[in-house]
């Protein structure tokens, strides 16, 4: 911890040349996390994972979600920015007729490869209708099977945003 | 018949305290290290919740082990790759056989020895074995037919030469000390006092041999800072690589015997072996009586202060996970509270009116206890140093082995030499 | 000759020429312009085109003025780019911009003169802007939006100038004018999705492409369609191996910047459920699928040294290289070919007009008359197939569907199909090979007027279907040969050596209109 630290090819004094006392010392430094670690298990830095959770920034980009119209059906509009601005081409969409003129396009299908996504967050950059968000907070992506990280328009539009699975 | 049978019993307890000492050891270095590391180490296998701060993970471990698959990839030499991690792990264990763990264990008025095989060459069949060890890691970095397993087993032997030497000559100044090859006599030797006050322990007499000769003996082991067979940044994982399941396990369970191996030896030769420094087997037996109620009473306390600490965090931690492990603590402080009270029962039996036969006992036990003491010691020692040192760079482990261990033994060797024909 | 300055530079122009296209040489790239059209008349109702000439003491719109002796033109000045710019704002006040559901967007002019000269921040709120009719579906394949409408009148010129049909008309006025069908009509004439083409925003949408794909996904391929005897220029749009669209490729000598809506569908053949993805044997009764190396044993034992072939038919939708090809492979093998006649082939006539569409439907029927294969009429056709020994072999048509006797003259004999799709003739042949569709390979179209014209390779060949040039040529050099081409070019000079209407063309450089061989020197390339 206060030790010096020496340059490549720097030379090392005699007594650090016989490295003996070197390693003392250097034990005598692990022995002191030990004993500490010990004595004060609460104080560790780790975080009991599935028990605890990190607070992430309310800007941490997590699990996607679409957002919905009043009426419940999404606010998407199948325009493919979101699929054409991503890096990783993850988003698939199939735009179909919406009944409603006033609305005219919406997407038939809208599906996201999890696994291929890099979280960059430039889909909801591109969204122009704050559609897609990334503000759900969920970042713990586990299943047993690739499929299931293909997640499909209804998955999206019934994402929790409160960081709970 | 007798001989047989306190034989087959003595082996029977080796090897009992080897293999669970050593699922006990990985614990040690997965915890210990995390604890260096400021992690928390593993804590999550668990039967019924009770996890035992991680010592739940070796049996988990050792139950995947047992069911993975056992892949042998193609192009490998069959008989030596089967074979090689069955020879690793049974030189291993061979060394034991003339490490003496205690004095004398007296039945029925017979003094049966507390070693395997009282060689009179102990040292040299140390010295014998310990370089066959090798063996087994060239065969299975050879046979595994890939360049990375061949390397470390390469690395393996070389190393295991250049440090033979200088842990050879290391032993031999200890011989001119000890005057006796054979262990036993080794360890009694060690027992006396010098100038009256001074244990007269390897160590003492021969510093720099047991600085040399623990060198040698990690290099020998291929623990860091000398783990360069299976140096994992460049080799992958060495001369194990191709190896999986139990075949592996072999060979990680002998990595860990050797280490028992090594700190057995490094408390025999120059730690005094089961000697307890100023408390001899005569003053043991003479103060019997004081002695094991004292013992008691510090168990019984021992007992106490451990259930409190459980019960403390029983009540602080109340409903933490909401599953099993909740009940963990409070199961923990009522083991605590049995021992606690299994304790004070023997205090009842009036220890202090211990008749000789057990007080012959209790000094066996004592010393025996005291060489496993030194035994478990040496091996934290081990992963301590693991986990402080970085590893060293090939060129470096050479430059030690050859320019600095090596004069340094014959030098001290030379010494030694002198001052033993003229003192 | 007249000279004029534009931007600071003497130019001389053919007296007549149209400012607007003289800017367009000057600048190397068009005026801003929603209105006029090089194939349309002139109307100048989209005010963007404003250049500044001296001597005149405002602005003028430079598609309706003609280059004079003398002219000084300013495109560049700062008045010019505020001109355009206010107008633009004009035409978006009560554009509804909704660009992310609008199939124009990515080929938009609103979007590409906004992106160059607009970017100003807009006074005008959503909610202030006059509201017009949305999807309205005015025709079979065209698809109106009233509020994104500039009013630029392209499309109701053209259906006045171009197919007559004056369906289109634009009613009321102020900001209330719109684009409408005439009452009780619809945009149903045979050229429709011209307009969708021409109109420069998204008002006008086609149906069929309607949400398919977002144009900036689709990549581009110069190709010719192959629905007609006309050849017209197109360009395959297409993205990851598909299809999705056709759109005219501008060519004065044959389609000028037009096509018929039929040529447009032929797309999906492309893509149909019954395209040949392997080779397929007959065993046991039934068409069954089958690897490369069977087909060629297959091949080779039924149509080879040991078994000479009867009789060769190639249809006149194969390219001039590969008829070429297939005519020496028929001679090679021992057996005289022919082409399918049009007279056997209902499906080959159909509609022509005076406009763009032939009656015959098949895009390359002078290559046949070129390389001296004839087209025997549908009982001809089995009368000959009959007389000749051994098997036969189809290439590209379906003469079990269309020559009346052609089952009876093919019963018992080995069929072999060389095709794109399970049709009749597959269906009952012996052994069928999977061959590429007309957008999946390079090709040589003669059109109607004796015009070579490059088709281009745009998409793969779906599943195991090889290059039809280089199967052939396999073939070849199976039976024997010693005369087979070793890469297109090599095959393209070799046709030409052999056509001598083709003599002193170089096949493998034609010019993006195509050309008349004989007919070079005569200024067939047309004016633009
Ligand atoms: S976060 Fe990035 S990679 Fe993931 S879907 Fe959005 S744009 Fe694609
Ligand atoms: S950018 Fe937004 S509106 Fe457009 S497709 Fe993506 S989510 Fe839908
Ligand atoms: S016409 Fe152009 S500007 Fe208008 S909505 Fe469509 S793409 Fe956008
Ligand atoms: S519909 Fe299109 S082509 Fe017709 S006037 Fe409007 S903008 Fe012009
Ligand atoms: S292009 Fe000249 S006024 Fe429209």
């Given amino acids: ?165 | 018949m007798d001989l047989v049978l306190t034989t087959f019993l003595k082996m029977a307890f080796i090897l009992a305290v080897i293999l669970g000492l050593v699922p006990v050891l990985i614990w040690a270095e997965r915890k210990g290290s995390a604890f260096i590391q400021d992690r928390t180490g593993p804590n999550r296998a668990g039967i019924a919740g009770i996890r035992l701060a991680g010592l739940i993970h070796p049996i988990a471990d050792v139950l995947k082990l047992l069911f993975k698959e056992d892949v042998r990839p193609a192009g490998v030499h069959r008989v030596m790759y089967a074979l090689a991690p069955f020879l690793v792990f049974f030189v291993s264990l061979l060394t034991y056989a003339v490490i003496p763990f205690g004095d004398y264990l007296e039945v029925g008025g017979r003094r049966i020895p507390l070693v395997v095989a009282d060689l009179d060459v102990g040292i040299l069949y140390v010295l014998a074995i310990a370089s066959l060890g090798t063996y087994g890691i060239v065969m299975g970095g050879w046979a595994s037919n890939n360049k990375y397993t061949f390397l470390g087993a390469v690395r393996s032997t070389s190393q295991m030469i250049s440090y033979e030497i200088s842990m050879g000559l290391a032993l031999m100044g200890l011989l001119l000390v000890s005057e006796s090859l054979r262990l036993t006599d080794v360890v009694a030797g060690q027992g006396q006092l010098l100038w009256g006050f001074l244990p007269r322990w390897g160590v003492v007499v021969q510093p720099l041999g047991a600085i040399l000769f623990m060198t040698a003996a990690f290099a020998e082991t291929n623990r860091n800072p000398f783990d360069l067979p299976e140096g994992e940044s460049e080799l992958v994982s060495g001369y194990h690589l191709e190896y999986s399941s139990m075949k592996f396990a072999l060979f990680f369970m002998a990595e860990y015997t050797n280490l028992v191996v090594a700190s057995a030896l490094i408390a025999t030769l120059y730690f005094g072996g089961w000697n307890i420094p100023w408390l001899s087997r005569a003053v043991i037996e003479a103060r019997a009586g004081v002695l094991l109620p004292a013992l008691l009473a510090a168990h019984v306390a021992v007992c106490a202060l451990a259930a409190a600490l459980y019960l403390r965090r029983a009540s602080r931690e109340r409903g933490k996970f909401g599953d099993a492990r909740d009940r963990e603590p409070g199961l923990m402080a009522g083991v605590c509270v049995v021992a606690g009270l299994a304790g004070l029962a023997a205090l009842a039996l009036r220890p202090w009116e211990i008749g000789p036969a057990g007080a012959s006992l209790l000094a066996t036990v004592l010393q025996v206890g005291a060489f496993v003491g030194k035994v478990v010691f040496f091996c934290w020692f081990f992963i301590w140093v693991r986990w402080t040192l970085p590893r060293f760079r090939y060129d470096q482990l050479m430059h030690l082995g050859w320019k600095v261990m090596l004069p340094l033994a014959l030098a001290n060797l030379v010494v030694t030499a002198v001052v033993a024909a003229f003192v | 000759m007249v000279k004029v300055t534009i931007d600071g530079t003497e130019l001389e122009f053919a007296a007549g020429t149209s400012l607007f296209d003289a800017c367009r040489t000057a600048r190397g790239e068009a005026l801003p312009h929603f209105c006029y059209h090089p194939d349309l008349s002139v109307a100048g109702v989209c005010r963007l085109c404003q250049v500044e000439v001296e001597g005149m003491p405002k602005l003028t719109i430079a598609c309706n003025t003609t280059v004079r002796e003398g002219m000084v033109v300013h495109t560049r000045s700062e008045k010019v780019r505020r001109a355009a710019q206010q107008i633009l704002e004009m035409h978006l006040i009560n554009h509804p911009v909704d660009c992310p559901i609008c199939d124009q967007a990515g080929e938009c002019g609103l979007q590409d003169q906004y992106m160059t000269y607009g970017l100003y921040e807009s006074e005008v709120g959503k909610s202030d802007k006059v509201h017009k009719a949305k999807v309205q579906v005015i025709g079979p394949r065209v698809v109106l939006d009233k509020e994104r409408c500039v009013l630029c009148s392209r499309c109701v010129r053209f259906c006045d100038e171009v197919t007559r049909t004056g369906e289109l008309g634009i009613f009321n006025r102020g900001d209330r004018a719109e684009i409408g069908v005439a009452p009780g009509r619809q945009l149903d004439n045979a050229y429709s999705l011209n307009t969708v083409d021409i109109c420069p925003v998204g008002a006008l949408t086609s149906l069929d492409f309607r949400f398919k794909k977002r144009v900036w996904l689709l990549r581009s391929t110069p190709s010719l369609c192959h629905g007609c005897a006309t050849g017209c220029s197109v360009r395959v749009d297409h993205e990851a191996g598909t299809v999705y669209r056709l759109k005219p490729r501008r060519n004065p000598a044959v389609n000028g910047a037009w096509m018929c809506d039929e040529g447009r569908d032929t797309y999906r053949e492309l893509h149909a459920d019954t395209r040949l993805r392997e080779p397929l044997l007959r065993r046991d009764g039934a068409l069954r699928p089958a690897t490369w190396p069977e087909a060629w044993a297959t091949l080779a034992a039924a149509a080879g040294p040991a078994a000479p072939l009867g009789f060769a038919v190639v249809s006149p939708r194969q390219s001039l290289e590969e008829i070429a090809l297939f005519a020496h492979l028929a001679a090679v093998l021992g057996a005289p070919a022919a082409g399918v006649s049009g007279g056997a082939r209902e499906a080959d006539r159909g509609e022509g007009d005076d406009l763009l569409r032939s009656a015959d439907r098949a895009p390359n029927r002078a290559a046949l008359a070129w390389l001296g294969l004839d087209e025997p009429a549908g009982a001809d056709l089995a009368a000959r197939v009959r007389a000749a020994r051994g098997a036969v072999l189809v290439y590209g048509a379906d003469p079990a569907a269309d020559a009346p006797g052609w089952r009876e003259a093919v019963a018992g004999r080995t069929v072999i199909h060389l095709g794109t799709h399970r049709n009749a003739t597959a269906e009952s042949a012996d052994i069928v090979i999977p061959l590429g569709a007309w957008a999946e390979k390079d090709g040589l179209l003669v059109n109607r007027q004796g015009r070579v014209q490059a088709s281009r390779r745009a998409i793969a060949r779906p599943g195991l279907a090889q290059e039809d040039w280089r199967f052939l040529a396999d073939w070849l050099a199976a039976a024997g040969a010693t005369e087979f081409p070793a890469s297109l070019p090599d095959l393209r000079r070799w046709v030409a050596g052999r056509v001598p209407a083709l003599a002193g063309v170089d096949l493998n450089a034609l010019p993006p209109e195509g050309l008349v061989p004989g007919a070079v020197a005569a200024g067939a390339g047309g004016e633009r």
Wanted: with cysteine.
């Fill in chain 1, 1 to 165: 911890m206060n030790g010096k630290v020496h340059g490549y090819g720097g030379k090392m004094t005699l007594w650090e040349r016989l490295y003996l006392g070197e390693i003392f010392r250097g034990l005598g430094i692990t022995i002191r996390h030990v004993i500490r670690n010990l004595l004060h298990t609460g104080d560790m830095p780790t975080v009991q994972y599935p028990e605890e959770h990190r607070a992430y920034s309310p800007r941490f980009r997590g699990r996607h979600r679409l957002m919905k119209r009043e009426d419940g059906t999404p606010r998407c509009v199948a325009c493919m920015m979101c699929s054409t601005a991503c890096p990783a081409d993850c988003i698939h969409i199939v735009a179909e007729e919406h009944p409603d003129p006033a609305i005219e396009k919406a997407p038939a299908s809208f599906e996201i490869d999890l696994l291929r996504c890099v979280y960059c967050g430039l889909c909801e950059e591109a969204c122009p209708c704050d559609a897609i968000r990334m503000d759900t907070g969920i970042y713990d992506l586990a299943a047993d099977s690739r499929e299931k990280f293909w997640v499909d328009k209804e998955f999206l539009l019934n994402n929790t945003t409160d960081g709970t699975r």
